[in-house]
């Protein structure tokens, strides 16, 4: 059985959705701080509750036969982490390490963790590979990289191996799950909520980056292409195959306006944008060298196009308004 914290997320829905799929039993740990219950089949075990709860994980790992464990929950807004680091620190990292002392005391050693290509920081290469130095830019980032050096001196100490997938942008949607976070700080759901009236316009922050436009470029990967990486991931780990760590991206990068001027080609709708001062911590281009995840996991995006991604996000958004 596998553990799924942060199951009630938006990767985690559509990973449980997948792992369900294939036929794999699954259980969900979530505090639904940023979760929606209702993304989590009734028929999974759901036990709402923190991460750092050592004693409810414990709970967990005795009424289930937990052979490995996803672990997504996490807070993840890199804005939020510059004005409140403690939090990003607290709820990742504290709560993080509470969560492996509790999974190694369970005997459970096969762990999907999901990082970021925050952990990179400003890149001094494009595209970005795994041997790029680690240099975060913002707290979320460093929480994140704090998780994948525990990650290793578990290896090294107690033998427990993991995948450590480095995600660039998340986006899209499957048809029973889509983005809506609240509040909701990622560009596509933004500017397709913009694109349906639900938001006025949407945030353009900085145009003066080092970009042909002058907008931060970013590497988008749909989502089910995530949750398919998971999947290749635990198998991976089941293998046998030693601690790694992975990036997923489709290494294509697409600029901000890029993105908004497919959004309009594909919504037939005007989205009305407004310029905003940059943001702290917001590198300029991130995109990925996602060579590794092809080569030693077998992984194959399905969807490599930015218009296939915003396509299937606005089919749901529409089912679901
Ligand atoms: N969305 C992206 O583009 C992206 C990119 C890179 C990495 N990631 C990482 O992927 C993971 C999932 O991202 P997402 O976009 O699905 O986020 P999300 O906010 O939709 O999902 C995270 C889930 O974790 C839960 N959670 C948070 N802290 C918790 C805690 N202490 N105890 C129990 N539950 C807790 C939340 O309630 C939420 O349901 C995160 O770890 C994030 O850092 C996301």
Redesign the pocket.
């Given at each position: 059985m596998i553990l799924v914290?942060?199951g009630?997320?938006?990767?985690?829905s559509v990973t449980v959705e997948r792992l369900l799929e294939a036929g794999e039993e699954v259980v969900v740990?979530?505090?639904?701080?940023?979760?929606h219950r209702e993304a989590v089949p009734s028929s999974v075990p759901f036990y709402r509750g923190?991460?750092?709860d050592i004693e409810l994980v414990a709970r967990i790992t005795r009424a289930h036969s937990i052979d490995a464990c996803i672990h997504?929950?996490?807070?993840?807004y890199v804005g939020e982490s510059v004005s409140e680091p403690s939090r990003y620190f607290e709820?990742n990292v504290e709560?993080g390490s509470a969560l492996l002392r509790a999974l190694l005391g369970a005997g459970v050693r096969q762990i999907v963790f999901?990082s970021?290509c925050a952990v990179y920081g400003e890149p001094r290469e494009i595209p970005i590979s795994e041997q790029h130095p680690q240099q975060p830019v913002n707290p979320y980032g460093w929480s994140?990289l704090f998780m994948e050096r525990m990650l290793e001196g578990y290896d090294k100490a107690h033998s427990l191996r993991f995948v450590a997938l480095r995600?660039f942008?998340?986006a899209g949607a499957t048809e029973q799950h889509g983005e809506r976070?609240q509040p909701e700080t990622?560009l596509i759901p933004n500017v397709l909520s913009a694109a349906i009236g639900s938001t006025a316009a949407v945030d353009i922050f900085g145009n003066d980056y080092p970009t042909p436009d002058g907008t931060p470029v970013r590497d988008y990967v749909h989502v089910a292409d995530l949750a398919a990486a998971h999947l290749l991931s635990l198998r991976y780990l089941s293998e046998g195959g030693c601690s790694q760590s992975i990036n997923l991206g489709n290494g294509n990068g697409y600029s901000v306006l890029e993105v908004i001027e497919t959004a309009r080609a594909i919504t037939e709708r005007p989205i009305p944008v407004r310029s905003q001062p940059a943001r702290c911590g917001d590198p300029s281009i991130l995109i990925a060298d996602a060579t590794k995840a092809r080569e030693l996991l077998g992984w194959s995006p399905r969807y490599s196009e930015l218009s296939e991604i915003l396509r299937s996000d606005w089919e749901w958004r529409i089912k679901n308004s």
């Open positions: 914290t942060g009630a997320g938006y990767i985690g740990l979530d505090n639904l701080f940023r979760g923190n991460i750092g997504f929950a996490a807070l993840a709820n709560q999901s970021t994140k995600y942008n998340a976070h990622h």
